[in-house]
């Protein structure tokens, strides 16, 4: 009798080993199955800030909603469309130059193919294409910068794939730079006031702390994009867009005149029309609270959210709502 039921204790315990990581395995799936993903950037910038303020909004009312909304830090507009079309996220937030790329398949997506199944859901901010030279630098003009050591930001970023493009319209090349570093958004302003580097280029919503700091803490200033260059891009790239760096924002600087993209949130074919119908309302139905959010965000308007830089087609749960609204 002891004997036997020493077997069957022994069974049992074999039988539970075994079933313990499929149990664990169905308890994570179940947690997965409960939460959403959007895509934003570094934690210091202002994509996670947005990507944040959404989830947020979203998650107000939690007795209603049956997914928990996360903001998920990553590498930023190029690292999002990736992971969308690899069904790792059901969100992103990326520029509108990457998008219409990745839509297309041209450009850094030309070997991957079109992205047919990405889907817009609403456009956000403008992100200006940023320029800051240090203190001392002689810099007047994004040209001047030849010879010199500049920041082209990191390989897999929006903001290297943009500037690639300026320097093509310009008839400039890595090379011309004394020295290209690759440094991220988080590292760029320490290098500039230590001297590492007399200019940085990026793509940001204002004001932005990653400008403000070395405005403040070492003088740098800001450098217009304006030119043939920049009128170039304009007339053949339907994704940029001409736009000016208010003047205030930034000690020792004035209004500016650049150019940028304007950042949206995407989503795919696959991601659930009512989950996104769901967070489309949270947002535009509470749109004024999420405008306060976040500095980026205050002269948001509800048409140009659904009418500008969408280049995708609408998600089909962002359209319900739009329609309902008399949006579109």
Not at 240 to 257: A, D, K, Q, V
Not at 258 to 273: D, H, K, P, Q
Not at 297 to 311: C, G, I, P
């Amino acid at each position: 009798m002891d004997r036997a039921r020493a077997e069957t204790g022994w069974r049992f315990c074999l039988l539970a080993a075994l079933l313990m990581p499929l149990l664990l395995v169905s308890d994570w799936a179940m947690a997965q199955g409960r939460q959403f993903f959007i895509g934003t950037g570094s934690p210091l910038g202002v994509y996670f800030a947005t990507g944040e303020a959404i989830c947020q909004l979203v998650n107000r009312d939690k007795q209603r909603q049956d997914a928990l909304c996360r903001a998920e830090p990553a590498g930023g507009a190029t690292a999002n469309i990736d992971a969308l079309r690899n069904g790792e996220l059901q969100f992103g937030i990326t520029q509108s130059d990457i998008h219409y790329q990745a839509l297309k398949g041209i450009g850094r997506y030309r070997d991957a193919g079109a992205f047919s199944e990405l889907r817009s859901v609403f456009s956000l901010y403008t992100e200006v294409f940023t320029v800051l030279a240090r203190e001392g630098s002689q810099v007047a003009r994004f040209e001047d910068f030849k010879g010199k050591r500049f920041n082209i930001g990191h390989p897999d970023t929006g903001t290297r794939a943009s500037l690639e493009e300026l320097l093509g319209a310009a008839g400039m090349r890595v090379r011309d730079f004394a020295l290209a570093t690759e440094l991220r958004v988080g590292e760029q302003g320490q290098a500039l006031c230590g001297n590492a580097v007399d200019g940085i280029f990026f793509g940001v919503g204002h004001p932005s702390a990653s400008i403000l700091e070395p405005a403040k803490n070492c003088g740098a200033k800001l450098i217009p994009l304006t030119g043939a260059a920049v009128d170039k891009l304009l007339a053949q790239k339907p994704y940029y867009f001409r736009t000016t760096i208010p003047g205030g924002l930034y000690p020792g600087n004035g209004s500016i005149e650049s150019y940028g993209v304007v950042a949206s949130l995407i989503a795919t074919r696959r991601t659930s029309a009512d989950l996104v119908y769901r967070l489309v309302k949270a947002m535009f139905e509470h749109l004024e609270d999420f405008k306060g959010r976040h500095p980026a965000l205050t002269h948001l308007d509800a048409k140009d959210m659904v009418q500008r830089a969408n280049f995708a087609p609408l998600h089909e749960g962002a359209e319900r709502y739009f329609r309902e609204k008399g949006l579109l």
